[in-house]
């Protein structure tokens, strides 16, 4: 049982020159490229597979301002705006709607930290509310479980995974970004000390500015350059289940999540565990990480598996004439815990009890590609002139990505920006760039 696959989005020719080349059709790369060319700017967008096959595809859907991060709200009050607006600005669906979000407190650790962010979301005039057990009741007709309160927004909401990245991608080409897929970027390409071009499998493209939104990739290709992000991969599993009725609202507990779908089923996942699969960054970024995996050590099972050696064999360095690591994996598609997905079912069910049969039709999972801090990078890189970065989404890029791709549209252009853009610049990691080959003249080492 595989991913509900995103609609396939036919290949446009590749052109010779543009003003900017997206590197990912995830939803941040689309949405670049929708707000690039709506301003005038020539974009290609090259995706090595499908638009929205890896992240951008398979996660739950919510798009949410609640329990954001006091750096990460203001673009997500932004990304809300823009949803809001998107069907009707790209000319389809990508099944958006305000329907609410709750979360739940079973324990008074919990709430407390609810109490703190909702303190911190006042400022910004946020319906956000804590709820007793019978007020969530209310909301959500057939629960059984009495947590001791929940936490409720009644403007979040949820959009489609599959059908938002590639409505997006066929808005950006009808304001004429060309729109490449099966079409893996190799190398960018340097010419007296700037961009010039990128080479991608199918020939090159002239550009002066060169956007990296290659989730879980990002750090393998900047790597190529020179460029030291540091990105981490966490293992997010979730499963399709039908023949159930729930409320219309996402909903996330201790232990369970789900989400409806506009095609008639629920996306449903075990909440609050994630396998992290050791690889040989996880050994290299100790140094960056460590705070983190302190933190919230609870959150993360390590473990060891053939993701490590998988990753010990990919080339890490290439020239522009090689088969690359992106041509080799089309589409990330790691095998999801289904265990985990079971267990969130089960859990699912105790709290409704007379939810219906609820069968599970489809698993899958996707590498949610992390920062140290678990803030976005949407940024310049300041010493590659005509270099961003829009990555690092910490496994919260979906509902934010409308934003964040209209903040690295404007960063690329030049222009005053939407929200301040300090908290996700790249300079923060201090030993982000490392020259330490000359850009465009990386030695190649082969597959270690
Ligand atoms: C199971 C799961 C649940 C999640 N739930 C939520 C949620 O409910 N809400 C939320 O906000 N976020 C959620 N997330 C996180 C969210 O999905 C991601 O943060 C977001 O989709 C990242 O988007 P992206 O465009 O950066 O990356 P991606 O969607 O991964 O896109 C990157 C693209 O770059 C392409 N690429 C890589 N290298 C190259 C190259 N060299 N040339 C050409 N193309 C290349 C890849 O093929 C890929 O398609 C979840 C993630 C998972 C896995």
Redesign the pocket.
Same mark, same amino acid.
């Given at each position: 049982m595989g991913v509900v696959m995103p609609d396939l989005i036919q290949s446009d020719p590749i052109p010779r020159k543009v003003d900017v080349v997206i590197?990912?059709?995830?939803?941040?790369?689309t949405c670049t490229a929708l707000f690039l060319a709506e301003k005038g700017l020539q974009v290609a967008l090259?995706?090595?597979?499908r638009i929205?096959?890896?992240?951008?595809g398979?996660?739950?859907?919510?798009?949410?301002q609640m329990g954001r991060s006091p750096e990460e709200l203001p673009l997500a009050i932004e990304s809300m705006r823009l949803w809001d607006g998107m069907n009707q600005r790209v000319g389809g669906e990508t099944g958006f709607r305000r329907t609410g979000i709750m979360y739940y407190a079973e324990n008074r650790t919990l709430q407390k930290e609810h109490e703190a962010w909702l303190d911190h979301a006042m400022k910004y005039q946020l319906p956000s509310r804590i709820l007793s057990p019978d007020q969530m009741a209310e909301l959500l007709p057939g629960m059984a479980i009495r947590p001791l309160s929940g936490l409720y927004t009644a403007t979040d909401g949820r959009a489609e995974p599959h059908l938002a990245?590639p409505t997006i991608a066929l808005g950006a080409r009808a304001a004429g970004a060309h729109i490449l897929t099966n +079409? /893996?970027?190799r190398t960018v390409e340097y010419s007296a000390g700037a961009i010039s071009g990128v080479v991608t499998e199918a020939g090159p493209i002239s550009c002066s500015t060169v956007v990296l +939104? /290659?989730?879980?990739?990002s750090r393998l290709?900047a790597g190529n350059m020179g460029v030291n992000i540091p990105q981490l991969k966490i293992l997010?599993?979730?499963a399709r289940i039908e023949g159930v009725t729930l409320p219309d609202m996402p909903v996330g507990a201790g232990d369970f999540a789900y989400r409806k779908r506009t095609d008639g089923g629920y996306t449903i996942?075990r909440r609050n565990i994630n396998p992290y699969p050791l690889t040989p960054d996880s050994f290299r970024l100790l140094p960056e990480f460590l705070p983190t995996i302190l933190k919230s050590w609870r959150e993360f099972s390590l473990t060891l598996n053939d993701r490590f050696w998988t990753e010990m064999r990919v080339a890490r360095s290439w020239q522009s004439d090689e088969v690359?690591p992106?041509e080799q994996t089309r589409?990330?598609d790691p095998r999801p815990d289904e265990k985990l997905n079971y267990e969130g079912l089960a859990n699912l069910r105790k709290n409704y009890p007379n939810m219906g049969e609820g069968r599970i039709t489809h698993h899958w999972?996707?590498l949610?590609?992390v920062t140290p801090d678990a803030v976005p990078i949407l940024s310049k890189v300041e010493e590659i002139p005509g270099f961003y970065l829009?990555?690092g989404?910490?496994?919260?890029?979906?509902?934010?990505?409308p934003g964040a791709g209209k903040l690295l549209a404007e960063l690329v252009m030049g222009k005053s920006t939407c929200v301040d853009p300090t908290p996700f610049r790249f300079s923060r990691f201090t030993k982000g760039f490392v020259r330490n080959r000359e850009p465009g003249h990386s030695k190649h080492q082969g597959s270690k």
């Open positions: 590197i990912g059709g995830g939803i941040i790369g090259c995706e090595k597979g929205a096959g890896e992240q951008s398979r996660n739950w859907g919510w798009v949410r990245a +079409c /893996a970027v +939104c /290659a989730g879980a990739w290709f997010s599993s979730a996942a690359t992106f589409v990330l999972a996707g949610v590609d829009g990555t989404m910490s496994g919260h890029g979906f509902g934010i990505g």
